[in-house]
């Protein structure tokens, strides 16, 4: 089946994409034919609303925190390289992407921007800490009102007891790195994408 | 004074052309469609129209053959997706460290299992691709499907010009004079066998008047329709439920039988219609606001069922349209009341032409219009074997049986999702359900809530 690159998206923004993300053509071809149809609006890009119209997306317990992980600082739009730029981070690791060039800038799907990406949703002022209240924050959207105030807050405590290592009472990016170094993180946080 | 008369050949001749048109209609399929016999004239088209489609596939392929082959499974799906249940996933995750001795069982990590299925659900979900048309393997010849698919060959490109000659300029008149006779015919005439008084033949005739209408709009459509297994035709006093395409699907089930609509009152052509088909038969119509009322629905409904003289109530209990490839959630009004269920599976041919009306997009008449001039309509009718409420086993979990079987006879998806997700907002429960089942892997079950679900 031969893919033609529709007239909104051109052949360079496809290879460009594809340096950038690592995706296929057709894999580009078909996401970028997703992006449409999640696009009601018919402008080129997607608001939050257009996330929330996924039911799936919509009772997951961090649905809003994965859609927030697309859109930057500030802004209530994501274009479709944006929207690329974020699926990527969980694009499969392949062996031979690894050696290829020492110089490049990491790929969005290394285990270290994967984790990012999982800082991130818990790190909701985005200013590279995970603090008591933000982890508590999220522990209880995750939740919902199932569990009582003071066990969640002592589930906080211990986590990030067990996390801090310099004593801020907060988690760092390496800390959470070094907290999650025996996880599987490659196979958990990638999305095997067809052909 | 010549340009007058030839002004007047010129309109004598149209006025001819027109009668010939007018009679040869009539007699090549308004009179089969009476008398329920067939020409043989559609079959050859078929017959072409198969063969075309077949070729263009091929041509196709080969052309393609060098590229990436086609995925051979049926699926055309854009991941694969892990289907592991939330305890086996955050288990796995957990694994890397002990459990602590007391505070519950939480890790940073917990977060990826509900990253990934988000992801997942971006790129990919059950839902939202239902309520759109329906992808498709190959190219058919039509504009409107050529999303992926590029200049192969002068031959093919030719038979594509050919085939919109054919579909817009002489396809499409015909069947939309067909539509506009069909539907006189059953205006004026439910109306005129209203007149007479209530004897036997009374139904009888009403029933044909209905029938001819149907398979006039059927031939209207190019519409040909297999049915399996006419042994289970819906009976008397009983309820017929079937999956929902678009309002084509009346116009196929009542090819094969009379049934009793339900519907909403409307204004305009559509209330001439409901009010015309009324006086012939008897069938339910609703006011806007009677629709709330769930006790008078439930009522009305019951009182058809139970007279024994009236026909099998048609009804389509996803409640909205959906794109023909999966069954949504059934409502369960219609299971409560008790009555035999007559489960019919309809499933469309998408190679000859989409059959969904994607209602958010196109309007009726702009959806009409698309029908006529698509090559055809192919698709499969299944009655399947009667169905009663069984003993211990509510209205909810009835209607999900049926919808099983429904779903498993038309080879469709069985969903539990709602159709009205279509233009509503899921309801906070499921969220809810999500967050509770997440509570009890973190603190186990001795949460502080009780909530009875």
Redesign the interface.
């Known amino acids: ?4 690159a ?1 007239t909104l998206l051109r052949e360079e923004e496809i290879e460009e994409i594809k340096k950038e993300t690592g995706f296929s053509h ?2 580009i ?3 970028y ?2 992006f449409t ?2 696009d009601k609006g018919e402008n080129g890009t997607l608001s939050r609303e257009d ?13 809003d925190r ?1 859609i927030n992980a697309f859109f930057p600082e500030g802004e209530d739009q994501v274009n479709f390289r944006g929207f690329m730029r974020t ?1 990527a981070h ?1 694009r499969p690791i392949e062996d031979n992407e690894k050696s290829k060039n020492p110089t490049a800038s990491e790929p969005l799907n290394s285990r270290t921007n994967k984790l990012l ?2 800082f991130r ?2 790190d909701l002022d985005r200013d590279d800490k995970i603090s008591r209240d933000e982890l508590l924050q ?2 209880r959207m ?7 105030d003071e ?1 969640l807050g ?2 906080a405590d ?2 990030i007891q067990e ?1 801090d290592t310099n004593g801020d009472n907060s ?1 760092s990016f390496n800390e ?1 790195i070094k ?2 170094e ?4 490659e196979q ?8 | 004074c010549t340009d007058l008369a030839e002004m007047e050949d010129f309109w004598a001749g149209a006025f001819w052309a027109l009668k010939i048109w007018l009679y040869l209609i009539i007699s090549l399929i308004m009179v089969p469609a009476m008398f329920g016999f067939s020409l043989g004239i559609s079959e050859t088209y078929m017959t072409i129209l198969v063969k075309t489609l077949e070729w263009a596939t091929l041509k ?1 392929q080969r ?2 053959a060098d ?2 082959t ?2 051979a499974s049926s699926s055309n ?4 997706r ?1 289907d592991g249940s939330m305890e086996k ?1 955050l288990e ?2 957990r694994r ?2 002990p459990k ?1 001795p007391v ?2 069982d ?24 239902r309520f ?1 048309s329906e992808e498709l ?2 190219w058919n010849l039509l504009t409107r499907t050529n ?4 200049y192969i060959s002068l031959r093919l490109t030719l038979v594509y010009g050919l085939g919109i000659f054919v579909r817009y300029c002489i396809l499409a008149p015909l069947r939309i004079t067909l539509a506009c006779i069909g539907l006189s015919w059953l205006v004026i005439g439910t109306s005129a066998v209203g007149l007479l008084p209530n004897w036997r033949i009374k139904s009888w005739l009403s029933e044909w008047v209905h029938v001819i209408c149907y398979r006039i709009c059927a031939r209207g459509l190019s519409a040909a329709i297999r049915y399996h297994n006419r042994e289970n035709k819906p009976k008397k006093g009983g309820i017929c439920v079937a999956n929902h395409t678009s309002p084509i699907d009346i116009v196929i089930l009542c090819n094969d039988g009379g049934y009793a609509m339900v519907g909403q009152v409307h204004g305009g052509l559509m209330g001439v219609i409901q009010r015309a088909m009324v006086r012939s038969c008897p069938h339910i119509w609703f006011e806007r606001a009677e629709m709330r009322d769930r006790h008078l629905v439930t009522k009305r409904l019951t009182d058809h069922v139970n007279d024994k003289t009236k026909l099998p109530i048609l009804i389509f209990p996803e409640g909205t349209c959906v794109n023909n490839t999966s069954v949504m959630m059934f409502k369960k009004g219609s299971f409560e009341i008790g009555a035999t269920i007559y489960p019919v599976a309809i499933k469309y041919d998408p190679k000859f032409g989409d059959a969904f009306w994607n209602s958010s997009k196109y309007s009726m008449v702009n959806y009409l219009l698309r029908m006529m001039t698509s090559w055809a309509l192919v698709c499969n009718v299944w009655y399947l074997p009667a169905m009663h409420q069984q003993e211990g086993e509510d209205a909810v979990q009835f209607a999900n049986r049926v919808k099983s079987a429904i779903a498993h006879q038309g080879g469709l998806i069985d969903l539990q ?1 709602d159709g009205g ?1 279509k233009r509503a ?2 309801k906070e429960t ?7 089942k ?3 892997m ?2 186990g079950d001795d ?3 009780n909530s009875d679900g």
């Open positions: 089946m031969g893919s033609r529709s057709s894999q071809t078909r996401l034919s997703r149809s999640l996330f929330q119209r996924i039911p799936e997306l919509a009772i997951n317990p961090l649905g994965i699926l969980f990406f999982a949703l818990y999220v522990l995750m939740v919902g009102v199932n569990i009582s066990q002592s589930i211990r986590t996390a988690i959470f907290v999650l025996k996880v599987d993180v958990k946080m990638s999305i095997r994408f067809l052909h | 196709i052309a393609h590229e990436q086609l995925k799906g854009l991941i694969q892990e996933e796995e995750l890397s460290r602590p505070g519950g939480f890790t940073l990590s917990d977060c990826f299992y509900f990253s990934r299925r988000g992801i997942e659900s971006i790129v990919e979900d059950e839902v939202t691709q759109t393997v190959s999303n992926y698919f590029q999702w997700l907002k899921v499921f969220k809810e359900q999500e967050q509770k997440y509570s009890s973190v603190v949460s502080s809530s």
